[in-house]
């Protein structure tokens, strides 16, 4: 009786300790790199600096160029919205948006990256029209000046007068593959945009996880960010 006893307390034991030990989830083997948000601001941090650094380089051919020339400002604004996706990453939050600095966060994100969609469509809408424009241009050096026209046949054409290019070379050539370089950066940057506020979207009204774990891997417990 006594070994029958004992024998059926072990196996109550064995079953316990099987029920503690819960496996890890398989997402704990991924990357951390790999999640959201962190996936999506790295990228936005990338694709702002470059297009603020292409846009610094082709300023520097001629300060006459004008702002919807040289879209710095459209990778300064992304370089801030990954910076707060950054900061979603980083924040431990309550399940269930209990918490007025998760929602504060996730609207704010979702609107800059919806503006910044927007932003990146129209940069790629003037670099396309300024693109086709250069790639036609006529130019011909006036002292140290570099005037341009559409059409060099005719007298009323339009001209564009480029302030310290030194080589017309640089206008036809080099400032064409920038504009060509800006479509094609504020376009991915439009993708990643779109990305991260479909994201936040389906985060809101889908129950989309995409944070951190938690808790002790026996509870399998998960917080959303």
Known sequence: MGQGQKGSSDKEKGKKQKRDESPAPEDGRKCRVCRFPLLVALL?????VAVTAVAFLMLAISPSLLARETPHWAGIILCFVSILGFILYCITYL???RTSMQFIGKLLYFVLCTIGLVISVLVVAFAGHHY???SSFS????????VCTLDHNDPIARTFTYEEVSDC??????LTLYFLLQIVLNL????????????????????FFAGLQIGSPSSQQWQKV
């Open 95 to 97: 399940p269930d948006e």
């Open 44 to 48: 936005q941090l990338l694709l702002g």
């Open 188 to 207: 991915v940057q439009a993708i990643v945009c779109a990305v991260g506020a479909f994201i936040m979207w389906k985060d809101r009204y889908q129950v």
């Open 169 to 174: 070379e640089v206008i036809t050539g080099t």
């Open 139 to 146: 130019c011909e050096q006036v002292g140290e000046d570099c």
């Open 132 to 134: 086709s424009q250069t």
